[in-house]
């Protein structure tokens, strides 16, 4: 998947592994912190912090920290590169904005995210590494 004009809506086609970071955004903007839990395996790994990867509770509260801001993050994959029911997914992301608490938010990073298709065709997080580049 190649960057897409980004004054043009995305669509995600079923079964495609963009469709887990799509889930993410929508999870996070709809301000529904259960629906998270459908986006990553249950031993998925997040990496809020470079060199501090989280996993269950941990990884929960790292994305809540995010949602306690109020602001809407936006992601777009760049590059996917699958192999078989796993893939690698390049994404920008970003988040911007003045949060709940009157602060001033500029958040963003290229993430390089491992999904893994399930038995129900849908793809999860395996690896969450949203400074993926750094």
Known sequence: MNAHDPSQPQV????DP???AARFVAAMNDGHP???GHVYEDDAVLVPVPGH???GAGLL???EHLRSFGLPIEARPRHMYVAGD???LIVDWS???TAKDGSEIDLSGTA???VRRGPDGRWRYVIDNPHGTA
């Open 86 to 88: 796993i893939a690698l």
């Open 12 to 15: 995600v086609p079923a079964g």
């Open 34 to 36: 259960a629906a998270l």
């Open 61 to 63: 509260a790292a994305n």
């Open 95 to 97: 988040m911007r904005g």
């Open 53 to 55: 990867p989280v996993t």
């Open 18 to 20: 963009a469709d887990a």
């Open 112 to 114: 390089t995210d491992v």
